[in-house]
Protein backbone atom coordinates (compact mmCIF):
# COMPACT_ATOMS: atom_id res chain seq x y z
CA UNK A 1 0.00 0.00 0.00
CA UNK A 2 1.14 3.91 -0.44
CA UNK A 3 4.38 3.38 0.93
CA UNK A 4 6.80 4.74 -2.17
CA UNK A 5 7.01 7.77 -1.83
CA UNK A 6 7.23 7.98 2.13
CA UNK A 7 9.94 5.99 2.33
CA UNK A 8 12.07 6.03 -1.25
CA UNK A 9 13.62 8.99 1.03
CA UNK A 10 14.80 6.59 3.57
CA UNK A 11 16.65 3.38 3.58
CA UNK A 12 13.33 1.18 2.72
CA UNK A 13 15.29 -2.36 3.21
CA UNK A 14 16.08 -1.27 7.17
CA UNK A 15 13.15 1.05 8.33
CA UNK A 16 10.43 0.10 6.60
CA UNK A 17 11.83 -3.61 7.51
CA UNK A 18 11.93 -2.81 11.01
CA UNK A 19 8.27 -1.67 11.09
CA UNK A 20 7.15 -5.30 10.42
CA UNK A 21 9.63 -7.77 11.86
CA UNK A 22 9.85 -6.09 15.70
CA UNK A 23 8.07 -7.85 17.62
CA UNK A 24 5.55 -7.11 19.91
CA UNK A 25 6.92 -7.12 23.76
CA UNK A 26 5.39 -9.68 25.34
CA UNK A 27 6.45 -9.09 28.84
CA UNK A 28 7.76 -6.28 30.90
CA UNK A 29 11.08 -7.60 30.29
CA UNK A 30 10.77 -7.08 26.54
CA UNK A 31 8.85 -4.03 26.84
CA UNK A 32 12.13 -2.39 29.27
CA UNK A 33 14.57 -3.58 26.45
CA UNK A 34 12.60 -2.09 23.65
CA UNK A 35 12.59 1.17 25.48
CA UNK A 36 16.53 0.78 26.31
CA UNK A 37 17.59 -0.24 22.86
CA UNK A 38 15.18 2.65 21.40
CA UNK A 39 16.47 5.29 24.03
CA UNK A 40 20.15 3.80 22.80
CA UNK A 41 19.02 4.77 18.91
CA UNK A 42 18.19 8.39 19.81
CA UNK A 43 21.30 8.73 21.69
CA UNK A 44 23.49 7.53 18.34
CA UNK A 45 21.60 9.83 16.40
CA UNK A 46 20.45 6.24 14.15
CA UNK A 47 16.67 6.68 15.18
CA UNK A 48 14.42 4.64 13.12
CA UNK A 49 11.07 6.74 13.47
CA UNK A 50 8.67 3.70 12.51
CA UNK A 51 5.27 3.45 13.67
CA UNK A 52 4.78 6.95 12.23
CA UNK A 53 3.31 6.55 8.87
CA UNK A 54 0.02 6.53 7.49
CA UNK A 55 0.15 2.66 6.78
CA UNK A 56 0.92 2.07 10.27
CA UNK A 57 -1.44 4.60 11.88
CA UNK A 58 -3.95 2.69 9.82
CA UNK A 59 -3.67 -0.33 11.88
CA UNK A 60 -4.30 1.74 14.94
CA UNK A 61 -7.60 2.67 14.01
CA UNK A 62 -10.08 0.29 15.98
CA UNK A 63 -7.57 -0.41 18.54
CA UNK A 64 -4.45 0.36 20.92
CA UNK A 65 -2.31 -1.72 22.37
CA UNK A 66 0.91 0.29 24.03
CA UNK A 67 3.32 -1.65 25.30
CA UNK A 68 4.21 0.50 28.01
CA UNK A 69 3.20 2.87 30.56
CA UNK A 70 5.27 6.08 31.13
CA UNK A 71 4.65 8.82 34.17
CA UNK A 72 7.06 11.46 32.35
CA UNK A 73 7.15 15.42 32.99
CA UNK A 74 5.59 18.42 30.70
CA UNK A 75 8.77 19.92 29.93
CA UNK A 76 9.39 20.66 26.47
CA UNK A 77 12.89 18.54 26.64
CA UNK A 78 11.53 15.46 27.63
CA UNK A 79 8.87 13.68 24.91
CA UNK A 80 8.62 9.85 25.61
CA UNK A 81 8.47 9.18 22.37
CA UNK A 82 10.94 10.59 21.29
CA UNK A 83 13.82 9.70 23.99
CA UNK A 84 12.63 6.37 23.59
CA UNK A 85 12.62 6.17 19.83
CA UNK A 86 9.32 4.43 19.70
CA UNK A 87 5.54 6.19 17.56
CA UNK A 88 2.06 6.25 17.67
CA UNK A 89 0.40 3.67 19.88
CA UNK A 90 3.65 2.28 21.61
CA UNK A 91 3.27 4.00 24.53
CA UNK A 92 0.67 5.46 26.81
CA UNK A 93 2.09 8.34 28.32
CA UNK A 94 1.03 10.66 31.28
CA UNK A 95 2.72 13.61 31.24
CA UNK A 96 2.71 16.45 34.02
CA UNK A 97 5.30 18.88 35.65
CA UNK A 98 7.38 16.69 37.61
CA UNK A 99 6.30 13.67 37.36
CA UNK A 100 3.60 13.74 40.02
CA UNK A 101 0.71 11.54 41.42
CA UNK A 102 -2.04 13.53 41.61
CA UNK A 103 -5.30 12.12 42.03
CA UNK A 104 -6.39 12.27 38.34
CA UNK A 105 -3.26 10.56 37.59
CA UNK A 106 -3.44 7.35 39.45
CA UNK A 107 -7.40 6.99 37.42
CA UNK A 108 -4.87 7.32 34.21
CA UNK A 109 -2.72 4.66 35.50
CA UNK A 110 -5.50 2.33 36.62
CA UNK A 111 -7.08 2.60 33.28
CA UNK A 112 -3.73 1.95 31.35
CA UNK A 113 -3.15 -1.69 33.45
CA UNK A 114 -6.78 -2.85 33.90
CA UNK A 115 -7.79 -2.30 30.69
CA UNK A 116 -4.89 -2.00 28.42
CA UNK A 117 -2.86 -3.92 30.13
CA UNK A 118 0.93 -2.58 29.25
CA UNK A 119 2.88 -4.87 31.19
CA UNK A 120 5.33 -1.67 31.97
CA UNK A 121 4.76 1.41 33.77
CA UNK A 122 7.81 3.87 34.17
CA UNK A 123 8.33 6.95 36.07
CA UNK A 124 10.23 9.04 33.87
CA UNK A 125 12.01 12.19 36.02
CA UNK A 126 14.62 14.39 34.51
CA UNK A 127 17.66 16.43 35.20
CA UNK A 128 16.92 20.14 35.66
CA UNK A 129 13.20 19.44 36.53
CA UNK A 130 11.69 22.81 37.59
CA UNK A 131 8.85 21.26 39.50
CA UNK A 132 11.62 19.46 41.76
CA UNK A 133 14.32 22.73 41.84
CA UNK A 134 10.59 25.25 43.04
CA UNK A 135 9.97 22.42 45.88
CA UNK A 136 13.63 22.46 46.35
CA UNK A 137 14.17 26.42 46.57
CA UNK A 138 11.43 26.13 48.86
CA UNK A 139 12.35 23.57 51.55
CA UNK A 140 15.94 25.79 51.67
CA UNK A 141 13.84 29.01 51.66
CA UNK A 142 15.61 30.18 48.62
CA UNK A 143 12.12 31.72 47.56
CA UNK A 144 9.01 32.45 47.99
CA UNK A 145 5.56 30.60 48.23
CA UNK A 146 4.50 30.28 44.31
CA UNK A 147 0.81 30.60 42.77
CA UNK A 148 -1.85 28.65 44.34
CA UNK A 149 -1.63 25.68 41.83
CA UNK A 150 1.73 25.79 41.59
CA UNK A 151 1.95 25.51 45.20
CA UNK A 152 -0.26 22.38 44.81
CA UNK A 153 2.10 21.00 42.56
CA UNK A 154 4.96 21.24 44.87
CA UNK A 155 2.77 19.96 47.95
CA UNK A 156 2.42 17.00 46.03
CA UNK A 157 6.44 16.68 45.54
CA UNK A 158 7.47 17.70 49.14
CA UNK A 159 6.99 14.67 51.03
CA UNK A 160 9.07 12.44 48.80
CA UNK A 161 12.45 15.33 49.87
CA UNK A 162 11.54 14.96 53.04
CA UNK A 163 15.13 12.80 53.98
CA UNK A 164 17.13 14.92 51.30
CA UNK A 165 20.36 16.12 53.20
CA UNK A 166 19.62 20.24 52.49
CA UNK A 167 22.95 21.33 52.88
CA UNK A 168 24.57 19.55 49.75
CA UNK A 169 26.03 21.58 47.05
CA UNK A 170 22.78 22.96 44.93
CA UNK A 171 23.58 20.95 42.04
CA UNK A 172 23.85 17.71 43.93
CA UNK A 173 20.64 18.57 45.65
CA UNK A 174 18.51 19.00 42.86
CA UNK A 175 19.81 15.61 41.15
CA UNK A 176 19.04 13.82 44.93
CA UNK A 177 16.01 15.32 44.18
CA UNK A 178 14.63 14.35 40.90
CA UNK A 179 15.67 10.59 42.16
CA UNK A 180 14.02 10.64 44.99
CA UNK A 181 10.79 12.70 43.20
CA UNK A 182 10.87 9.62 40.64
CA UNK A 183 10.92 7.06 44.04
CA UNK A 184 8.45 8.85 45.87
CA UNK A 185 5.98 8.52 42.38
CA UNK A 186 6.87 5.33 42.45
CA UNK A 187 5.84 4.42 46.13
CA UNK A 188 2.48 5.93 46.02
CA UNK A 189 1.95 4.08 42.68
CA UNK A 190 3.19 0.61 44.70
CA UNK A 191 1.41 1.69 47.77
CA UNK A 192 -2.09 2.34 46.00
CA UNK A 193 -4.60 -0.70 46.55
CA UNK A 194 -4.75 -1.21 42.95
CA UNK A 195 -0.62 -0.71 42.35
CA UNK A 196 -0.43 -3.09 45.25
CA UNK A 197 -2.78 -5.84 43.43
CA UNK A 198 -1.40 -5.62 40.50
CA UNK A 199 1.91 -5.77 41.15
CA UNK A 200 1.62 -8.79 43.44
CA UNK A 201 0.11 -10.50 40.74
CA UNK A 202 2.76 -9.49 38.55
CA UNK A 203 0.11 -7.89 35.58
CA UNK A 204 2.93 -5.09 35.64
CA UNK A 205 6.43 -4.02 37.04
CA UNK A 206 7.36 -0.42 37.86
CA UNK A 207 10.41 1.29 36.82
CA UNK A 208 11.89 4.48 37.67
CA UNK A 209 14.02 6.15 34.92
CA UNK A 210 15.74 9.43 35.14
CA UNK A 211 16.67 11.24 31.60
CA UNK A 212 20.08 13.07 30.71
CA UNK A 213 19.46 16.55 28.95
CA UNK A 214 22.72 16.77 27.56
CA UNK A 215 23.40 12.62 26.46
CA UNK A 216 19.85 12.34 26.08
CA UNK A 217 20.41 8.92 28.26
CA UNK A 218 17.64 7.76 30.61
CA UNK A 219 19.40 5.79 33.54
CA UNK A 220 17.17 3.38 34.71
CA UNK A 221 17.12 3.07 38.77
CA UNK A 222 18.21 -0.37 40.56
ZN1 LIG B 1 10.26 18.49 34.90
Not at 192 to 198: I, M, N, Y
Not at 212 to 222: D, H, N, W
Amino acid sequence: MGMALGVAAEEPSTRSGAIDTELYPRNADEALARLQDGNQRFMDENPRHTHEKAAWRSHLVGSQKPFATVLGCSDSRVPPEFIFDVGFGDLFTIRLAGNIIAEDVVGTLQYAVSHLHTPLVVVLGHEGCGAVSAAVDEMTHKKAKELEHIESLIRLIKPGLSKLDLKQNQEALLSAAVEANVRWSMQQISSSPEGKRALRERRVTLVGGIYELATGRVRFLE
